[in-house]
């Protein structure tokens, strides 16, 4: 797709900190450039040194990976391409003013403030890099709230339009059966006894005399759920212990070995890892086998979803065109 890349049907603010990398990085990388109308988008226009601007990053790109003999084609090709980018774009941006679409200023700050993070910088030297390159945070600002507004639109045109049959949903279930292979599970409550850094093994042997008398408690019938609340140091310890269901593979071996031998509603014996001592419970066990559909269906219906939308997108910015005018000088 042209509009906005990657994922654009997710519509995910992702897409809003890519775009606005890409601007960031490349304004500065161009020289002066004489200005010309290229294009005239129904009352907007797009220059050369905008085309220019969008086309950097591209342009690099080429340079570095491209092995063939036909770099000017290929150059020729994908700047076409950002061309029609930037003619999709401003397509979007009018029929927003048609339809009022707006975006409030604490969404532009929120999308802001995860773009900081990202790029991890803080905002005054986030300001700083933008004035040495002659931008502004007011022209960030706007940058950021037309892409939401976009987004919107994009949303409100499109995606309400896709509907995902409950028949969809099962067809492709059964078509990909070997997706939804679950592995097999266990759900433990833990009860952990760290060992401190660089502790001496009269300290270890402390800490597991500890662990075993809170073991037989265990064993006598104090309640599992209570003995981790009080004592374990590991997570979870708030609720018990509770673990909830860790497939295969997810534990460190010394506990996985363990829970998977031991009978359901058994304790272990006292454990010993990198980490400390553990004693475990276990409070359930399912066997590997196919994930019921309830458990994977807004999983399917999203990837339904992304390909839809992305026929929907064409669909819709197709008719666009042919309804809006567009002049490429």
């Not at 759900?187 to 270890?204: G, M, S, V, Y």
């Not at 009978?263 to 990198?274: C, E, F, K, T, Y």
């Not at 990837?303 to 065109?321: A, F, H, N, Q, T």
Request: hydrophobic letters at 40%; proline letters at 2%; charged letters at 35%.
């Amino acid at each position: 797709m042209h509009f906005l890349g990657g994922r654009t049907v997710n519509f995910c603010r992702g897409i809003v900190l890519s775009m606005l990398f890409v601007m960031l990085t490349s304004a500065a990388a161009l020289g002066e450039v004489a200005d010309k109308i290229i294009a005239v988008v129904n009352d907007e226009i797009i220059t050369q040194k905008e085309l220019d601007t969008a086309f950097v990053p591209y342009l690099k790109r080429i340079e570095e990976t491209y092995k063939g003999n036909d770099k000017a084609g290929i150059i020729k090709q994908s700047k076409a391409a950002i061309l029609q980018r930037l003619i999709d774009n401003l397509l979007i941006e009018y029929e927003a003013k048609k339809s009022g679409t707006s975006v409030k200023e604490e969404e532009v700050t929120d999308v802001l403030k995860d773009m900081l993070s990202k790029q991890n910088i803080r905002m005054e030297d986030f300001v700083r890099n933008l004035e040495q390159e002659g931008n502004s945070l007011e022209g960030i600002k706007t940058e950021i709230k037309g892409q939401l507004i976009r987004m919107r639109l994009m949303r409100r045109e499109i995606k309400a339009k896709v509907v995902i049959s409950e028949q969809e949903i099962g067809e492709y279930y059964n078509e990909h059966r070997e997706e939804y292979e679950g592995k097999e599970a266990v759900r433990i409550k833990h009860i952990l006894f760290l060992i401190p850094a660089n502790a001496d093994q009269a300290t270890k042997i402390k800490i597991k005399e500890n662990a075993e008398k809170i073991r037989q408690i265990a064993l006598s019938g104090e309640s599992f759920e209570a003995l981790a609340a009080k004592y374990s140091e590991g997570p979870g310890a708030a609720q018990g212990g509770d673990t909830g269901f860790i497939e295969k593979g997810g534990m460190i071996p010394e506990l996985e070995e363990a829970a998977f031998s031991l009978p359901q509603d058994n304790v272990s014996d006292v454990i010993v890892s990198g980490l400390g001592f553990h004693i475990i419970k276990v409070v359930d066990k399912r066997g590997a086998g196919l994930k019921p559909i309830d458990a994977v269906r807004e999983e399917i219906k999203t990837k339904l979803e992304d390909g839809k939308l992305e026929k929907k997108y064409e669909e819709w910015i197709s008719e666009v065109r042919k309804k809006s005018h567009i002049e490429i000088r």
